[in-house]
């Protein structure tokens, strides 16, 4: 079993900044891929940012160029810097891995960002 620990997340002002971590445990092997989806209320969850165990990204085109998805081998934690916040950007934003083709899920965490 996985288990994923979300870090970050709060109020922050449009045009500024704010950092989550995600920090995994559990029996993972080491070909994997950890990311971030985010949900708002009344919309779909949609992707963020993926990042593979090789180092390559994915981000979604509302992202693209102000969020940067990054990770800690070390500590199996994966890191999502988010810079010039837009109002659009307030969601529920969860941690995910996915690990010999089985999803895993973190609890989830606040974003907003006030205009």
């Known amino acids: 079993q996985v288990q994923l620990v979300e870090s970050g997340g709060g109020l922050v002002q449009a045009g500024g900044f704010q950092r989550l971590s995600c920090a995994a445990s559990?029996?993972?092997?080491?070909?994997?891929?950890m990311g971030w989806f985010r949900q708002a209320p009344g919309k779909q969850r949609e992707l963020v940012a993926v990042?593979?165990?090789?180092?390559?990204?994915n981000y979604g085109d509302s992202v693209k160029g102000r969020f940067t998805i990054s990770r800690d081998k070390a500590k199996n934690t994966v890191l999502l810097q988010m810079n010039s916040l837009k109002p659009e950007d307030t969601a529920v934003y969860y941690c995910?891995?996915?690990?010999?083709?089985?999803?895993?899920w973190g609890q989830g965490t606040q974003v907003t960002v006030s205009s």
């Open positions: 995910y891995l996915i690990n010999l083709d089985r999803r895993y």
């Open positions: 990042i593979t165990s090789g180092g390559s990204t």
């Open positions: 559990g029996s993972i092997f080491s070909i994997h891929t």
